[in-house]
């Protein structure tokens, strides 16, 4: 496929190959003066992400780093080293690697693992890359094997090697690249190749948000939103985001939106309150997918050990799935355990699922059952 995104960090914040964008990437757009340019082409998702470093809240040991980095590679008019970020999906991979040739001024690619089938996608890239640029390449743990030998001397020497041809007449050319820097993102660094991750001379982790960080990104993207917000407000929706700033902004949003229809615009307690709990967003953060997971292992398995794949077949969701976007919070918060036979549930579990230990190891708990007092509401 086409080259995805190309976003250009000069005067004119120009935009081109945009029409191959896979679905659900968010279009970029921003220009050198780090304001968003307002064509209505712009996710929402755009006004919200923090275009400066100095905007993003939390990860204080990561950003940190970050400076150093950014700083060394300005002193030294050097292209910064490779780059990998890892961690669960929302956490702010993609804004950080957005955010870093803005900080350093240069020139920004965007690509992504699964549209990338053969070298030959990913050549224009590397042949448009400019001296320092950035090529940020989304979802690299998809990256088929054949890209990923073919990225490996681009990333390790600037060069690539082109063959033309085939059987007798084949010819192998040797291309020079400009010094560029990959940044990669994942939500599974252990699914990448031994080779491939040590090309990268920086590693990343993103972990989970604390509440307080959390209110503060609500409160400020309230802000931005032009939505009165109170304190409690922003604190409820904080507790119930797992961890995650996408979802804090997605429940602001939603709330914001309760409050226009159902309140007087303003997002009070009671209101964030009623329109997370129409969500079936619990007190815990937890939504309907997360409670079935665990449900499904209380059920289904006995309370565990279960096998991530037989929970994925039982739910009818895929196991990737569940192990991208379900388990590292639940995991996190204790909700379950990996045991080497599989994922077993907690003590934890039972209660704010208000289900006895003793049923829990006879009977499905049905799905029709009222919900326990105390899993919305605190
Ligand atoms: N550190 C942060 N501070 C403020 N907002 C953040 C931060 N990290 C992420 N966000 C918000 O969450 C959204 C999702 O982040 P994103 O970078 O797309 O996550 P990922 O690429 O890890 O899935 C962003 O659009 C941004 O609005
Ligand atoms: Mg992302």
Redesign the pocket.
Known sequence: MARKTTVRNDDDGEESGDSGRVPGS?PLGFTSSGAVPSGEQKGL??E???SRLE?????RAV?ERLRILLEATKKRKEPLGHLL?D????????????VIPRELGTDLQITAGPSLNAPKDLLPYLTNASHGSVLFI?EIHRMPPTVEEFIYPAMEDFRVDITLGDGINARTINMKLQQFTVIG?T?RSGMLTAPLRDRFINREH?DF?TTE?LA??VR??AGKLRTEIAEEAAWEIAIRARG???K??NWLRWTRDFADARADGRITLEVARAALRMKGVDVAGLEEQDRRYLETIIGVFGGGPAGVQAIGHTMNTPAETLEDEVEPFLLREGFIQRTPRGRTITAKTLAHLGVSERSSSLTSRKRTSPDPPGLFVE
């Not at 905007?55 to 990860?59: F, K, N, P, R, Y």
């Open positions: 968010q998702e755009d919200l992400r923090p905007d993003i809240v939390g990860q950003v970020f961690g669960p999906p929302g956490l702010g991979k993609t804004t950080l690697a957005t989304d993102a939500t993103l948000y960080e503060t990104i400020r993207n995650t700033p996408r804090a902004n």
